[in-house]
């Protein structure tokens, strides 16, 4: 239960000093210097461009940095749980139990030969002894509570016969079936139409905070981020530069977060022709 | 072919196929299929009449009477102009006529039906061992990919195709039947079994378990074991490198990151989740590698002395009877177009994403 | 500036300095893999073994000596001699020859055909695109080995012969990939751009379309040779390929049958070669698609 979990003193999830670095034939890349933060129960946003490193990061925590990636860390602490160097076999009740992750395509991340249901049913099943028919009743369950109407019909279907938004529910429903305590959400609605995004994200709100959960929000869209989410932490070139309220990011005051901030435009404005470029400043990758 | 089956092609949308767009697919494969056929008809055709062998003195031998000599010319339609020889030669071969063997006097499809059976156990029996122990190798490989077991394989597998079929066959023989004596030597079976065994099936191993003869099975597998272990090498060489091709291109797909993420268990992982998606490709790599087999089996037939169709033709072939070995030819090419057009159709039957 | 910093500058000057430059990176990634590098140390030896035949103090691949018949391997006669007295060593080397000349034959042959036809049919398409696709589908409906047999048995054995059937067995494939190539830079502005300038299909054909074309077919190529000499050899087992007393490496194969249970050796050595020069092929064949085409892994 939720409440029996936030008994655990201290917060949630504890980074610092994460450092990921890919061995490749042109040399070393650094893609994560040396960066930390902590969250509780909240929502964390964190922004950046395409190799900034921000998903890295969450597959960092996750232990899923691919082969040739290196992970050093002084700490990654996920509720009294030493994240780093841990065994196979510990993994797999971190990984889907505690901490779950959404991708970005659900054509890409679903299994295209298996119906969505048994993909759920099986999340279910892989954390709790349960009959085949129990983790059926789960999953149907859980793509009621993703807002899916007819679940019995989209239970049999296979990720190509169903719809972006749709099939991110569909994601969001499996994750969230075996009650994890944190959820990160990479770039979940970026293959998705704005008025879906919406949709989505009102889901995935209504979930988490019912929960009590973490949520840790991976976007390169700020203001999606900033609407959605407690707090920010903009990253770039693998070190976070940033970190605000969502309500005070006008008052950020690192100029890549000030670029950002000045290239959205706005409905109502009056005073600007044009948007401004973004200028990137040497100085910010050291 | 295969395009127009999975209805990937211009104009085919992602909904239940309806009757009339399905018919028309079926028209088209078949229209294809034909037209595959008469060439495959005109290139033997072709080979047949570019012998410098005259097809009567074949049959009448040089010391016949001009008379005989031009019966049988008229027999066969020799005189005719070569269009009309190639239209009557289509009909011939679509009615199963192939022409009478010289040397034996026989239809060459009946003596093609003889011989085929043989050919067909050899070659189900090497696809087998290809797929049980080549599968599991290509996933092995693929998910130490790098790492000794990856090496190990792809050597292996380099070896089978590099090795020659024959010689294989030969050095198979002089250790495993020379000097340890573990199997028979060539040939199907001991002379001392072949006239007790009822013929149903004309697979022997079939045949003599049905029929609860378990010394002639001994003596069968004891024959076929050999030959088929060495064609059946080719056939895990090829499996296995592909399974692992698919595989590595699966294991690099973000379903399979998700499944990690749910907390799965490696095995999982890759039996169930990645070699699921590689099951359909798979399922046409075995159907070509046994159109493959056709091929080794003409050499491996004439080293074990293996009485099926690839020994027919090389037989054949010795003696000159070029009818018999166009006949042979077709129905290779047959085979293999078969073949080709089922592992297009099971392609389209199993995959989830043509339903 | 050294000649490597050269070929490895990030700006160029020339385009020939930037070919050269990935030239050399492609090599040292071909030569890093060591299997690719035994591939190609193989291929090597094989075209100086061949080349510098006559002049390798072996000894006559011809000369018969009945008293000297099946001696097993020696300081003498390192791989024996066969049923005739002839030394085996010196008939593999001079066999080499015949696999070099039989491998070099057909890829010429079999390249350039293939690159016409498939070039053609895709840069014209409609029907001459449909008609030239059905005969290699004709083509391609036929194990190739049996489809060769059938030629050589109908033009007799020899080896040109086994040549010509080989290629005409060999060519589709090639035909399909410079298609395909075509077909994809068919409708491309630069192409358009020269027929604007009036020039005909022929000069588009062969200066613009077919160099595009070439990479291709010749990493396809390498990786078929293997097959082709299995090929090759397997016409000489049945006897169809070079006639005695030619050193063909298959037809001794097949020679050396009769023999196998005492006299191994007169069987063994020329598969062995046979293996060895095949294998070669397919590790520099995979080692450049490797280097070449890295998607394929």
């Known amino acids: 239960m939720p409440e029996a979990r936030a008994a655990h003193a201290g917060p949630l999830l504890d980074v610092a000093g994460l450092h990921v670095r890919f061995a490749t034939p042109r040399g070393l890349v650094h893609a994560v210097r040396g960066i930390g933060f902590t969250m509780g129960r909240e929502k964390l946003g964190i922004v950046g461009e395409s190799g900034s490193g921000k998903s890295v990061t969450a597959r960092a925590i996750l232990g899923l940095v691919p082969r040739p990636g290196r992970v050093e860390a002084e700490r990654i602490d996920f509720g009294g749980t030493d994240l780093r160097g841990l065994s196979p076999r510990q993994w797999r009740a971190v990984r889907g139990r505690r901490i779950a992750m959404v991708l970005q395509d659900p054509k890409f991340s679903l299994n295209p030969v298996m119906p969505v249901g048994e993909q759920i049913a099986e999340a279910y099943r892989t954390h709790a002894k349960a009959s085949r028919a129990e983790a059926r009743d789960r999953a149907l369950a859980m793509l009621e509570a993703v807002r899916i109407r007819d679940p019995r019909r989209v239970y049999g279907a296979y990720p190509h016969e169903v719809s972006g938004g749709m099939g991110q529910r569909i994601m969001i429903a499996m994750m969230l079936v075996p009650e994890p305590e944190l959820l990160i959400a990479d770039e979940i609605t970026s293959a998705l139409d704005v008025t879906v995004q919406m949709q989505v994200l009102a889901i995935l709100d209504d979930l988490v905070t019912q929960r009590g959960m973490g949520l840790i929000f991976i976007s390169h869209d700020l203001s999606l981020v900033a609407s959605f989410c407690d707090r920010v932490q903009i990253m770039y070139a693998g070190r976070i530069v940033e970190e605000a309220r969502a309500s005070a990011l006008s008052a950020a005051r690192h100029p890549y977060t000030r670029g950002l901030l000045a290239c959205l435009p706005s409905v109502d404005e009056a005073e600007r022709a044009e948007l401004p470029v973004l200028k990137r400043d040497p100085a910010w990758l050291a | 072919m295969a395009e127009v089956l999975r209805g990937t092609g211009p104009g085919t949308a992602r909904k239940a196929p309806s009757l009339a767009r399905l018919s028309r697919r079926a028209g088209v494969l078949l229209g294809t299929l034909a037209l595959t056929f008469l060439g495959l008809l005109f290139v033997t055709f072709v080979i047949g009449r570019v012998i410098p062998i005259d097809p009567v003195l074949a049959i009448v031998g040089d010391r016949a009477l001009p008379e005989v000599y031009e019966r049988v010319k008229l027999e066969l339609g020799l005189d005719k102009p070569l269009t009309t020889q190639f239209v009557r030669y289509v009909a011939e071969t679509a009615t199963g006529n192939f022409g009478k063997s010289v040397l034996t006097g026989n239809p060459v499809l009946d003596d093609i039906r003889q011989f085929f059976p043989a050919t067909l156990e050899l070659a189900t029996l090497a696809t087998l061992l290809g797929v049980a122990l080549g599968v599991p190798a290509g996933v092995l490989a693929a998910v130490h990919k790098g790492r000794w077991p990856d090496h190990v394989i792809r050597v292996v597998s380099l070896i089978g195709y590099s090795v020659p079929v024959f010689w294989l066959g030969l050095v198979g023989l002089l250790v495993f039947y020379a000097r340890l004596d573990w199997v028979a030597g060539p040939g199907r079976i001991d002379i001392v079994y072949e006239y007790s065994i009822e013929q149903s099936t004309g697979l022997m191993l079939v045949d003599t378990a049905l029929s609860g003869n378990w010394d002639a099975f001994r003596d069968a597998f004891a024959h076929i074991i050999l030959p088929a272990s060495i064609l059946g090498y080719y056939s895990l060489a090829y499996i296995a490198r592909m399974t692992r091709s698919f595989m590595l291109e699966q294991l690099a797909q973000e379903y399979v990151t998700t499944a990690r993420v749910k907390g799965l268990g490696e095995g999982r992982v890759v039996w169930r989740h990645a070699l699921g998606n590689v099951m359909v490709p798979l399922i046409t790599v075995v159907a070509l590698s046994y159109a493959y087999l056709l091929e080794g089996a003409v050499l491996t037939e004439t080293v074990f002395a293996w009485p099926g169709l690839g020994l027919y033709i090389t037989n054949s072939l010795f003696n000159a009877d070029m009818t018999a070995v166009l006949g042979g030819t077709v129905v290779v090419g047959v085979c293999f177009i078969g073949l080709n057009l089922l592992s297009d159709l099971l392609y389209a039957v199993f995959d989830p994403r043509t339903r | ?297």
Request: charged share 15%.
């Open chain 3, 1 to 297: 500036m050294s000649a490597r910093a050269w070929l490895l500058s990030d700006a160029p000057a020339s385009r020939l300095q930037a070919r050269l430059g990935r030239a050399y990176l492609s090599a040292r990634a071909l030569v890093a893999n060591p299997l690719a590098l035994a591939g190609l140390l193989i291929v090597v030896a094989l075209v100086v073994v061949a080349a510098l035949a006559p002049m390798l103090e072996v000894g006559d691949p011809f000369a018969q000596d009945l008293s000297q018949r099946l001696l097993p391997p020696s300081a003498e006669h390192w791989f024996g001699t066969d049923q005739l007295g002839r030394d085996i060593l010196s008939r593999v080397v001079q066999g080499a020859r015949l696999t070099l000349t039989i491998v070099v034959l057909v890829a010429v042959i079999v390249g350039p055909l293939g690159l016409l036809i498939g070039t053609v049919a895709g840069y014209f398409g409609g029907w001459i695109d449909a008609v030239l696709m059905r005969v290699t589908d004709i083509f391609l409906a036929f194990p190739r080995l049996i489809l060769a047999l059938a030629f050589v048995s109908a033009l007799g054995p020899g080896i040109e012969n086994a040549i010509i059937a080989i290629s005409i067995t060999l060519w589709p494939p090639y035909a399909r990939i410079a298609r395909a190539e075509t077909m994809t830079v068919r409708n491309s502005d630069f192409i358009a751009a020269i027929q604007l300038q009036g020039a005909s299909s022929a000069r588009i054909l062969w200066g613009h379309i077919m160099p595009l074309c070439v990479s291709s077919v010749i990493i396809r190529v390498t990786l078929d040779m293997a097959g082709v000499i299995l090929i090759a050899a397997g016409l000489g087992f049945l006897g169809l390929g070079a006639q005695p007393p030619a050193p063909e490496w298959g037809a001794m194969v097949s020679a050396g049958r009769d023999f196998l249970l005492d006299q191994w050796w007169v069987a063994t050595m020329p598969g062995l070669a046979i293996f060895i020069v095949s294998l070669g092929f397919n590790l520099l064949g995979d080692g450049l698609r490797d280097v070449l085409d890295p998607k394929h892994a």
